[in-house]
């Protein structure tokens, strides 16, 4: 997006393939595509999970159709360039992408984008899109490429203002671009004043200061337009934010009353109690009282145990980037020591290696004493190189392994670190919600009392009219309001029961669930790192052959002259 600007392509000639229907197949097949070599050859020998893939490219592929796309929930890269799309649909489920390429397609409308919230880079260059809609809610938009579209109308561009990373956006080939009425590029940077580059063009001051003399009107009015709308998108991401924090710490919905609330929920016996009036609204109220005091102290003990428990991943976070940064260190050193003692053998044997090539070509006799003696001044030069390269793949192997195993004790202790701080706020709460049962308890008691003196009044005065049927029974059967008076207990302390152990689940389900991505990051971490370090090694053993390769053909091409081949 930001590399240098190049000249408009008006005709674009795509290579013809049959109409190319997406399914699990194609999928498959792009994926493995990506890889080469050794890479591709492993990935052949493990299953592949859908739920791995997080890069595809589908590419000139005659594709009509977005299809198949909900099977892969952590892609983040996706290349549809250069087919027949006509829509953008069957995306709402990929939420963890982060680019999305669809230039040089057919599409005549930007929709179905809602849900892709984590999207950075939307390339929809060399389309049929008329006007800019449907962005508003990608939030951590960062480049937006329309070049050569059929934009006619600068209505939506202001809408780019709610992505609050948005830094580059191309508009070149539009009919708007050469609208007189408006000069694009400063109205552009004007209103979207975070921008840094406009049509691959970095946005210098002096063209901040003229957006300015000719837009600030047109800015002030956008920005009086959006003042509640900014307000409302505030609003609704912080509390977004505190909801977040609160379902981190586990005590979601006991900031406030929300308990209180839901012990009433389908509690028909409590219902039928409370109709009671008057005499049960000043205990009720008190109920209300105790039970907010306490779901406040677990409320506040869990933002401050959240609080820890964020600093302890943090500090593991530290841990583990720094043994990565010593171990960068130490096999940088040694690469470059490598690479460096490479270059050297390469450059020594450059004589005795062209030496050999002359002889073979001139079809020299191999079993003379001339032969004898370069190879083996070769074979000389070559084990010293086999001695070194072991030497580094030992080093390098020694230290990775090492670094495995330290961030392996890094995650063990992490979780023991974990474990106690949950077990130890598992502990505390649990005090609280005891004392909840408590409150219930006492206020079934209460309740008790309220209930019976209102129905001995009753009795007394022989006002019927108002009293629920359910409570006449209690008149006549004692057992009847035993029983009303334990179905709504049982309610109350079911409730509170059902949210001390969903918090306690979810406590503990959260640091096995962490934990074992943790390990199962640093196996494929330490994985990709010795199939990184095989391939170096075998990239710089293989330099010999092409070193060789490139001596014959400077033979061939020069004859017996003093030509210097460089190493590479």
């Known amino acids: 997006m930001l590399a240098q600007k190049k000249d408009p392509v008006d005709v674009v000639i795509f290579p013809q393939y049959e109409p190319l229907v997406i399914n699990q197949k194609v999928i498959l097949d792009a994926y493995l595509n990506v ?11 493990e299953e592949i999970r859908f739920e791995d893939i997080q890069t595809l490219r589908l590419e000139f592929k005659n594709i009509l159709r977005i299809r198949q796309f909900e099977i892969l929930p952590n892609l983040t890269t996706l290349v549809l360039s250069g087919n027949n799309i006509e829509n953008i649909e069957c995306l709402e489920k990929v939420t963890s992408l982060k680019e999305l390429d669809l230039s040089f397609n057919k599409i005549e409308r930007i929709e179905n984008l809602d849900t892709l919230v984590n999207l950075k880079r939307l390339l929809l260059a060399h389309n049929l899109i008329p006007k800019i809609e449907n962005l508003d809610n990608l939030v951590e938009l960062k480049i937006l490429s329309l070049s050569y579209n059929k934009i006619k109308t600068i209505d939506g561009l202001d809408r780019l203002r709610f992505s609050k990373n948005f830094k580059a956006i191309s508009l070149e080939g539009n009919p708007i671009a050469s609208n007189s009425d408006i000069d694009l590029k400063y109205y552009t940077i004007t209103i979207l004043p975070n921008l840094e580059y406009y049509d691959f063009q970095y946005i210098t001051i002096k063209d901040r200061q003229l957006g300015l003399e000719k837009y600030i009107y047109r800015l002030r009015a956008i920005e009086a337009e959006q003042e509640d709308e900014v307000k409302q998108r505030y609003e609704a991401e912080k509390e977004i934010s505190d909801a977040e924090k609160l379902m981190g710490a586990f005590v979601e919905h006991l900031n406030g009353h929300q308990l209180f609330r839901s012990l009433w929920e389908n509690d028909e016996d409590g219902r039928i109690l409370l109709s009671i009036g008057d005499a049960a609204d000043e205990i009720v109220t008190e109920y209300d009282e105790k039970m907010f005091e306490l779901t406040q102290e677990i409320y506040k003990h869990g933002l401050e145990k959240y609080h820890e428990r964020c600093l302890e991943e943090e500090e593991f976070a530290e841990c583990v980037d720094e043994c990565n940064k010593g171990f960068q260190e130490t096999c940088q050193f040694e690469i470059e020591e490598y690479i460096a003692y490479t270059d050297k053998s390469i450059e020594k044997s450059a004589p005795i290696l062209r030496k050999l090539e002359k002889f073979l070509l001139d079809g020299g006799d191999e079993e003379s004493l001339e032969f004898a003696t370069i190879i083996l001044r ?11 390269t072991d030497e580094v793949w030992i080093i390098l192997m020694t230290v990775e392994l090492h670094l495995h195993e330290s961030i392996e004790d890094t995650i063990t202790l992490f979780g023991r670190n974990l474990y106690d701080l949950i077990s130890k706020f598992v502990e505390y709460v649990q005090s609280y919600f005891s004392q909840l049962r408590d409150v219930v308890h006492t206020f079934v008691n209460n309740l008790q009392d309220e209930v019976s003196e209102y129905l001995i009044n009753t009795i007394g005065t022989e006002e019927y009219e108002n009293v629920l049927p359910e409570l006449k029974h209690c008149m006549e059967d004692r057992d009847a309001l035993d029983n009303l008076l334990a179905g709504m207990k049982d309610v109350h302390t079911g409730r509170i029961d059902e949210r001390e152990d969903r918090l306690i689940t979810r406590s503990r389900e959260y640091v ?14 330490h994985g990709h790192k010795i199939l990184e370090i095989n391939e170096f090694i075998d990239y710089t053993t293989d330099r010999w052959d092409v070193f060789r390769d490139e001596i014959r053909e ?15």
């Open 378 to 388: 070769i074979d000389e030069i070559m084990e010293k190189f086999k001695e070194k």
């Open 512 to 525: 096995e669930k962490l934990i074992e991505e943790l390990k199962l990051k640093e196996e494929e971490r």
């Open 554 to 568: 400077d033979y061939l091409r020069y004859g017996d002259k003093d030509n210097s081949v460089s190493s590479k």
């Open 35 to 45: 890889f080469v070599g050794e890479k591709q050859r492993l990935h052949n020998l």
